[in-house]
């Protein structure tokens, strides 16, 4: 049972451009939760969602920034017109439960680098 | 706001010491606390977890201690091992909600032989 597969690793990308990072779930998880790390700094909340819902975007900025979970494939986290403060690295959970004290896995994380 | 504090923000130990790192809180409706190891280049791992009725937890070398009224809780690493050389994360949940986790802003700990 492959964990949780995030791609890709390593994003360069040039102000202006977008970025699309990927979050494929554990198997049977349906819940999906991405989270924002910058240097030196714990773990920010970013969004929950499940299959095809946004259950809670409270941490996600309210421009530029989007995510999404299809019936079918990963979850999207999308970066559109980044900036050098966008460089970060982004890291997706998933659990199978929603409950707050499931254990909920994460991935290896996607750093992204705005140049 | 930040809601979990965290200290010390790095920590060298010697093998075989203890590693002691202590976190606070301000949000008295978190009632799960797990911890998390990070090693570089890699995403953060449940390490132990805690919920406020009891006071303490211990798993192998590792140990949460924790005090309801003061609102703080620590991880304790016994017998420290060079392997241990990680940042680890506190955090808070609420278990009526969801996955929605507030991380302390982590410890750099490194074990010298």
């Known amino acids: 049972n492959a964990g949780v597969m995030q ?7 040039r102000r202006g ?4 990072l990927r979050c494929s779930p554990m198997k049977g998880h349906s819940h999906v939760y991405w989270y924002r790390q910058l240097p030196e700094e ?3 909340f970013m969004v929950y969602l499940q299959k095809e819902n946004i259950i809670d975007e409270s941490g996600m900025p309210k421009e530029r920034f ?9 979850s999207i986290l999308r970066i559109q ?3 050098r403060g966008d460089s970060a690295a982004y890291f997706c959970a998933s659990s199978s439960s929603p409950g707050g004290n499931t254990e909920a896995f994460f991935g290896q994380g996607t750093r992204l680098t705005v140049v | ?3 979990v504090k965290q200290s010390p923000q790095s920590l060298i130990v010697q093998k075989g010491g203890i590693s002691i790192i202590n976190c606070a809180y301000e949000n008295t409706a978190f009632d799960y606390f797990p911890w998390y190891q990070q090693f ?15 006071s303490e937890k211990k798993e192998g070398r590792f140990t949460i ?8 809780f620590s991880l304790h690493i016994m017998d420290s091992q060079p392997g241990d050389s990680a940042t680890y994360f506190c955090a808070a949940s609420i278990t009526g909600g969801y996955q929605k986790v507030t991380f302390g802003t982590g410890t750099k700990l490194q074990v010298i032989p």
């Open chain 1, 66 to 74: 989007s995510a999404e979970f299809p019936k079918e494939g990963p």
């Open chain 1, 42 to 44: 714990g773990l920010k």
């Open chain 2, 65 to 72: 201690s924790f005090n309801k009224s003061a609102k703080q």
């Open chain 2, 40 to 54: 570089p280049g890699k995403g953060p791992a449940l390490l132990i977890a805690i919920r406020p009725d009891v």
């Open chain 1, 17 to 20: 451009q977008e970025a699309r």
């Open chain 2, 1 to 3: 706001q930040q809601q």
């Open chain 1, 81 to 83: 017109q980044v900036v």
């Open chain 1, 7 to 13: 791609n890709p690793r390593h994003l360069v990308r």
